[in-house]
């Protein structure tokens, strides 16, 4: 069916106020609200920034798993992005997906937010750029991608609540571009923070509509982050058009009522369902079965059950009867279901071959003694050590979390690599800070049936089952609820590999207890701290408790938790043997270093390091893993260092490797992406898209904590390396640093004389390879404005262009920066202005070396 203006006009006068009113939230925590009079179907959402989770937290639905956010903006490769956006909306379409929660375009204004991993860069115009062509990818296929979190939502701390107090001046300029980007890109879906600004709530912010709706002509859908909407008519009023999830918001039947008491204007409801129903037909969801004659008295259907969490849980559990229900609709098996749901297939290998050319390119080398690349040909024996060289973390923590199928960690990787050619040795040395992790099923087994995993019962208030399946490890954020559920009980046979004392925990909310063979190790009540989903579906802190085990002597293990309204129903098994002695550790990792012809030692951040939710409070590895990287060191020179982190960390002995090799979270083909760059087949394509410092001291912007609710934003404009630069500081690595395996000189930049206000800027920028290998370089301009009569930074990025290059090569780069670079925000005209007269265009690598600068004048109009 055609879907023009008149005809959505047409199928909206098939439906009471009430019937439009009701299609505004949803029928589920994943699902919009169906309307048969229209032939409009349920519409699918999913969280997706590194990979399509789909409906259920389920480790038997798998999903490809790309390099995180911030990997990806350090390809600065927009082509590169726009093909992996591809991927994601392959991997939406096999799962029923119409609607994508990505791409995260908040900023790393500090370098301690939780959430670094899933967002892009410290700058607007970068993040921008490789936000819209993620954007591009996705919605080329027919899946509609969502910026989010609109707007200045860029930490954790108390993040439901915190109140940001931005000017106006750099919200325009700094926060709110990226979004701009995204809508000039053709973005189908908006999604409103948690947060305030300025006092007001985001779902109820005139932000909404101007600049949004207004000066950017934003047509598609404005949603509310999952939870956000806590009131009616001001929600309603503003510029919202989707409260999710559903059926229980503070819309739906209340907002019905609002319109019919004159409280909501039917007209702004109407514009909501407009745009609801446009998204729909762009997706494929409406006038599927359109039912015919008028239809106007039927109402949307909700189901009844539950909300649940923001971004990224699952239902909620309703109290009814003694036990609790589920959301009809979604994924997964529902409720008095006994078959689990069939594992979809994995994904096309030309998608994994993409993703693992993706952790190449985002890998940076950030610095090289003439250890890389290492030559497989010349080596005997290579030592990796490390526990992240086994367990690679391949993603951050939080609702942005999938299953992959198969995932090759660093060790995998280099022994695949250097099979036929050298002898790998893996030390895992001292255990690294941070709490336990799930149970494996490599180190359990479910004591009913004796296979690798754990057994997952639920049971009734008498402690009868209603079912049980064998799952495959401790970490079950969603089991199945079935009528009269009141307990969720996991089970399982540890089979020890190292004797002594054992720590054993288990994470959820509520009544919750824990057995070893029958023996209670802890039980009490513990109720959540916080309503944030994050922490009450995803990541719930655990309770631990210790017990000797024997190695040959099995033991029982079961963790039980009742389910109670406001406490999730997540529920999360750990278990860590005795850490080994550290000073032997140390020892045994730096002879077999000793006794390699190379060693990589892999360091970085660990489980709840980097999480949805919570903001870091330090920047360090800890003590035991920096020690390890010295101890390997000095044990030998041809030592290269990998970090496997999703934001800036501390690196004390980075001036003692013969190379640092910035792995990110690398996603499910990391290790192999790694070894290509580690063995020279693929040169290290990233570059940084934040500046990371020697130590968080010297970091421009630390606070990332509201006093009294509010967080102000008092650097303005001057965040990542403007700030930097504005405080005359020096950091280890700039924005823009990144080594490759040749060498480049900065020849010439050519700016032309005289440039007009509100055109964009040619610059040539004629580099030269200088070393014996084909590179390619990433090629920066950066703008200053010497005398300016408004507040600027020293010296701001701008742009960029990618060139490749043969040995001896000369090639010129051109750089189209665009207009709106030169140009800032006036307050008191609320417009935009371009200062007339001398500008400084600066070349080079980094935010922090730039040989290369010519002078420009710019000219009339006067405004951009």
């Known amino acids: 069916m055609g879907t023009s203006d008149e005809e959505i006009d047409r199928l909206l006068g098939k439906l009471t106020p009430r019937a439009r009113a009701l299609l505004l939230d949803g029928a589920t925590t994943w699902r919009t609200r169906a309307e048969p009079a229209l032939g409009l179907r349920e519409l699918m959402m999913s969280d997706g920034p590194a990979g399509v989770r789909g409906e259920a937290w389920d480790e038997r639905d798998t999903s490809v798993l790309l390099p995180s956010a911030s990997a ?213 969801a409406l006038g ?87 030559d497989p040909g010349g080596l005997r024996t290579v030592a990796v050590i490390g526990a992240h060289a086994a367990r690679t973390r391949t993603q951050g923590g939080g609702s942005a979390g999938v299953f992959p199928r198969e995932e090759v960690s660093v060790l995998d990787g280099i022994r695949d690599a250097l099979r036929g050619h050298a002898r790998v040795v893996h030390v895992p040395g001292p255990r690294p800070d941070g709490p336990a992790p799930p149970l494996d099923h490599d180190a359990c087994t479910d004591p009913r049936s004796g296979r690798p995993g754990v057994l997952l019962r639920m049971l009734d208030a008498d402690g009868r089952e209603l079912y049980a399946e064998r799952r495959r490890g401790g970490r079950l954020l969603e089991p199945r609820l079935v009528p009269g559920a009141h307990t969720v009980e996991i089970s399982a046979r540890l089979r ?54 024997a190695v040959g002597q099995d033991a029982l293990l079961v963790a039980r938790r009742e389910l109670a309204p406001g406490t999730g129903r997540a529920t999360v098994v750990s278990a860590a043997p005795p850490a080994p002695d550290a000073a032997a550790s140390l020892a045994d990792a730096a002879r077999a270093a000793a006794a390699a012809d190379a060693a990589i030692v892999v360091v970085g951040t660990t489980e709840h390091g980097e999480c949805e939710g919570y903001d870091r409070t330090a920047l360090t590895l800890g003590s035991t893993q920096d020690a390890l990287v010295r101890a390997v060191a000095a044990g030998n020179p041809r030592t290269v260092a990998v970090v496997n982190s999703g934001g800036p960390v501390e690196l004390p002995w980075r001036d003692a490797v013969g190379a640092v090799l910035l792995a990110w979270f690398p996603g499910q083909e990391g290790g192999g992406g790694v070894a290509d760059v580690l063995f020279g087949h693929t040169e290290p394509g990233g570059r940084l898209p934040t500046t990371w410092p020697a130590v968080l001291a010297d970091a421009p912007v630390t606070r990332t904590g509201p006093a009294d609710g509010r967080l102000p934003y008092d650097e303005g404009l001057h965040i990542g390396h403007r700030g930097w630069l504005r405080h005359g500081r020096t950091p280890a690595y700039w924005f823009g640093h990144g080594l490759g395996y040749t060498g480049w000189a900065y020849e010439e930049l050519t700016v032309p004389p005289q440039a007009r206000a509100g055109d964009d800027l040619p610059v040539r920028v004629r580099v030269r390879n200088t070393g014996a290998r084909v590179g390619r370089e990433v090629v920066q301009v950066y703008l200053a404005r010497p005398g300016s009569a408004v507040e600027r930074p020293v010296r701001w990025f701008a742009g960029y262009t990618a060139v490749r290059a043969r040995p001896g090569e000369t090639v010129t780069a051109t750089v189209r920066v665009p207009a709106r670079a030169l140009r800032h925000w006036c307050v008191e005209e609320r417009a935009w202005h371009t200062e007339e007269g001398p500008w400084r265009v600066l070349a080079g690598r980094s935010a922090g070396e730039v040989p290369l600068v010519a002078d420009l004048e710019v000219r009339g109009p006067g405004t951009g």
């Open 288 to 374: 599927e079965g359109e039912a015919p004659g008028g239809g106007g008295a039927r109402e949307a259907c909700g189901s009844g059950g539950a909300r649940e969490v923001p971004e990224g849980g699952g239902s909620r559990e309703v109290p009814g009867g003694g036990g609790s229900r589920e959301v009809p609709g979604g994924g997964g098996a529902r409720a008095g279901d006994p078959h689990p749901p069939v594992p979809r297939p994995t994904v096309a290998p030309e998608g994994r071959a993409l993703a693992r050319r993706a952790v190449a390119a985002g890998s940076v080398l950030l610095a090289n003694r003439g250890v890389l690349p290492l």
């Open 496 to 549: 020890p590999r190292t004797a002594g004392r054992w720590t054993l925990g288990v994470a959820g909310f509520g009544r919750m207890s824990l057995a070893l063979d029958g023996r209670p190790l802890l039980a009490g009540d513990f109720p959540p701290p916080t309503d944030d989903p994050a922490v009450v579906h995803v990541n719930p802190p655990a309770q631990y408790a210790e017990a000797d085990l």
């Open 72 to 284: 990806l903006a350090a390809t600065w490769d927009e082509d590169l992005v726009e093909s992996l956006g591809g991927v994601l909306a392959a991997e939406a379409r096999r799962k029923g997906v119409d609607v994508l929660l990505a791409p995260t375009l908040n900023l790393h204004r500090s370098p301690l937010g939780g959430r670094h991993f899933e967002c892009f860069s410290e700058d607007p115009e970068l993040t921008g750029r490789v936000g819209a062509a993620l954007v591009r990818g996705v919605q080329a296929h027919g899946v509609a991608a969502t910026a989010k979190h609109y707007v200045a939502n860029d930490s954790e701390t108390d993040r439901l609540t915190v109140d940001v107090r931005v000017d106006e001046r750099t919200l325009r300029e700094v926060y709110l571009a990226p979004f701009e980007a995204a809508v000039a890109a053709g973005v189908r879906l908006v999604m409103a923070g948690y947060n305030a600004v300025d006092g007001t709530t985001m779902t109820a912010s005139d932000l909404l509509t101007g600049p949004l709706k207004g000066e950017w002509g934003f047509d598609g859908v404005v949603v509310s982050d999952w939870g956000a909407v806590r009131t009616t008519v001001d929600t309603a009023r503003a510029g919202l058009d989707l409260a999710m999830p559903g059926p229980d918001s503070p819309w739906g039947e209340a907002l019905a009522r609002a319109v019919a008491d004159g409280l909501v204007p039917e007209a702004v409801v109407d514009d909501k369902v407009r745009r609801l129903l446009r998204l729909a037909a762009w997706v494929g």
